[in-house]
């Protein structure tokens, strides 16, 4: 049973999500690839919404992007792209979200950092990765190990963001406004 | 809030998106379960004649191509590089998905959003029995599209606030005042939604 916020609250993050993308990739100096903030709020709405309301917040965005809203990072959206080759990275945005507010709710209720970080890194790296590697390897037809090779440049970037993750959450939840899961 | 549709006057513009979906999702079905390189010829000649029935600008079509394809063209390159057997089969696959991402391009450059935002819709009233409630669902797809200019421009002064202290040490703490600023939004529209009569309960059968 969704709530009234429950509604507001996936709403407001598929949308902070999709202004993520908006933003201009931040350039980190020492990594090859800059940083595209996306996978920062799948890593965030599951830890500060939890499961349900994580996972919905993504969904949302995903069809949002399906109806041809440009909303990925670049400016692309469409069916096409969640065809493409990286398109299994961004439907398995839900279930990272999804992950990430499953493990929050079992073992990182608190305002610890770290275990928020070991959450964000699971749901947020390892769900999205074990949904768009395989993904990748059928459409481009390359061999399951290859394909999870070419993306290997992008894992530092994920960790960075999964650190930035924990540590926002920890503050928020620090801060107190956090609203309950059945408010 | 526009999306990627490029209006003009054509039959492909004017088919239901309903239809056109299903069109996309057969042809892949079809596609796939045809030999490589002949569902890539398949799809190929499908696309391009829907291509120019829809009397789209070619050069547009294939700007949003182009990042698929050349990410798909790189993986290619250094797989036939490395592996050197079996690049023929390789190509057919590739070839053949560069074709489907071209018919999914061209349903999403001929139809408007808010024929697809129905058509999801319509898809969640026939999963009412799985306990998907279609109101709720519509109502949170009109509130993203709603909060997305809001929240962009404030990612905009999170990323104007970083750059204005050079290169920051601790980009977590920026975010914080943004996500604060969020959590308590949502307080005063669930109270807006509330005040206006909105019910969480009612399933939408009766409106």
Not at chain 2, 34 to 55: E, S
Request: hydrophobic share 60%.
């Amino acid at each position: 049973m969704l709530s009234t916020r429950d509604l507001v609250l996936s709403a407001l993050f598929a949308a902070l999500v999709a202004g993520l993308g908006m933003a201009p990739p931040i350039p980190l100096g020492f990594l090859p690839v800059p940083i595209t903030a996306q996978s920062l709020g799948v890593m965030l709405a599951g830890a500060l919404l939890g499961a349900k309301r994580g996972g919905l917040a993504l969904l949302l965005f995903v069809l949002l992007v399906a109806a041809g809203l440009p909303l990925l990072a670049g400016g692309r959206g469409g069916v096409g792209v969640l065809m493409g080759p990286s398109g299994g990275f961004v439907l398995a945005f839900p279930v990272g979200a999804f992950v990430t507010g499953l493990l929050a709710e079992r073992f990182a209720t608190g305002a610890n950092p770290i275990r928020l970080f070991a959450v964000c890194a699971i749901g947020g790296i390892l769900a999205v990765y074990a949904g768009g590697i395989p993904w990748l390897s059928v459409v481009a037809g390359m061999p399951l190990e290859k394909a999870a090779l070419a993306v290997m440049a992008f894992i530092p970037g994920d960790f960075i963001k999964a650190g930035i993750a924990a540590f926002a959450a920890a503050a928020v939840r620090r801060a107190g406004v956090l609203p309950t899961a059945h408010a | 809030m526009l999306g990627l549709y490029l209006h003009r006057d054509s039959a492909v513009h004017r088919l239901g998106a309903g239809v056109k979906m299903g069109g996309l999702l057969a042809a892949t079905l079809v596609v796939l379960a045809l030999p490589g390189a002949l569902g890539a010829l398949a799809a190929g000649l499908l696309g391009l004649g829907l291509l120019v029935a829809a009397k789209l600008p070619v050069g547009r079509v294939l700007r949003e191509l182009r990042a698929p394809v050349v990410m798909l063209t790189l993986l290619f390159g250094c797989q036939a590089l490395l592996a050197g057997t079996g690049w023929a089969e390789t190509l057919a696959a590739v070839t053949r998905f560069a074709a489907l991402i071209l018919l999914a391009t061209l349903m999403t450059l001929t139809t408007k959003v808010a024929d697809m935002v129905d058509l999801f819709e319509r898809l969640f009233s026939a999963l009412r029995p799985l306990g998907v409630n279609p109101a709720k669902m519509a109502l949170m797809l009109a509130l993203t599209i709603r909060f997305i200019p809001l929240l962009a421009e404030q990612v905009r002064e999170v990323r104007m606030a970083q750059q204005a202290r050079g290169v920051e040490r601790n980009i977590a703490a920026l975010f914080v005042p943004l996500l604060v600023k969020i959590l308590r939004l949502a307080d005063d529209l669930t109270a807006a939604l509330d005040a206006r009569g909105y019910d969480p309960t009612d399933d939408g059968r009766h409106t």
